[in-house]
Nanobody
Framework: QLQLVESGGGSVQAGGSLRLSCQAS????????LAWFRQAPGKEREGVAS???????LYTESVKGRFTISKDGAKNSLVLQMNSLQHEDTAMYYC??????????????????WGQGTQVTVAS
């Protein structure tokens, strides 16, 4: 059973950066499709970035060029580097995983394992 725990959230000024980590346990992340999602108050959960077993990536349009998703195999963790943060990026961020060797996906319905989330707040 894969378990995921996010960390790295916090409060920053607009234009700042944060680095989120998702520590996995119970299995190696290398065999999973992985993703970051976020949910702002009163809004639906949306996909932010995804990376598959072959390191192909997919980003939602609003974060392209600002966010980078990657895997740290040595630490068995998923990383989301967030630069040039905007107030609109304020949300709870979740990591997710599924045992599929298919292209990256931002569909919430595809993922079987979820972390508890880490809060990101960007002051305008």
């Amino acid at each position: 059973q894969l378990q995921l725990v996010e960390s790295g959230g916090g409060s920053v000024q607009a234009g700042g950066s944060l680095r989120l980590s998702c520590q996995a346990s119970g299995n190696s992340i290398s065999i999973y499709k992985l993703a970051w999602f976020r949910q702002a108050p009163g809004k639906e959960r949306e996909g932010v970035a995804s990376i598959n077993k072959y390191d192909s990536t997919l980003y939602t349009e609003s974060v392209k060029g600002r966010f980078t998703i990657s895997k740290d195999g040595a630490k068995n963790s998923l990383v989301l580097q967030m630069n040039s943060l905007q107030h609109e990026d304020t949300a709870m961020y979740y990591c997710a995983a599924v045992y599929k060797w298919t292209p990256p996906s931002l569909s919430i319905f595809e993922y079987a394992y979820w972390g508890q989330g880490t809060q990101v707040t960007v002051a305008s």
